[in-house]
């Protein structure tokens, strides 16, 4: 049986190392991907956005700096190449604090721990401050 990445079947919240990892991937590699991990519809909105918001701010940068070069002086700030470098940026940026917001929601899903008295392995203790 095929898996489906958005089914329901499987909902259990993942393992805390589980999450770290999701929210790594979702910080530093593509946001949205570690929230596809999670099972979250929403990492495709933000793969998405973020994948457009870094082609504008290339496409962006590419035409600015072209015109730059070809005449030899700078093009000035209301040039369209810039605007689309800036607006670019901002997505990406808005794109990527909306998957610092699902990576910590992720990681504070992750169910805790399970300790076993027959593995020998104990809690560490409460600290009463």
Request: no cysteine; hydrophobic share 45%; aromatic share 10%.
């Amino acid at each position: 049986m095929p898996m489906r990445p958005f089914s329901t079947a499987d909902k259990s919240p993942p393992e805390p190392a589980q999450a770290w990892g999701m929210a790594a991937a979702n910080l530093l590699l593509w946001p949205g991907l570690g929230t596809i991990l999670a099972r979250r519809k929403s990492g495709l909105v933000q793969m998405g956005l973020s994948g457009g918001g870094l082609a504008m701010a290339m496409v962006g940068l590419v035409g600015f700096y072209s015109r730059w070069v070809s005449t030899t002086e700078f093009p000035g700030w209301r040039d369209r190449y810039l605007l689309a470098f800036l607006t670019g940026i901002g997505v990406f940026t808005m794109v990527w604090l909306w998957a610092l917001v699902s990576s910590i929601q992720i990681v504070r899903s992750a169910r805790p721990r399970e300790y076993h008295r027959s593995s020998g392995i104990r809690p560490p203790p409460a600290m009463n401050v």
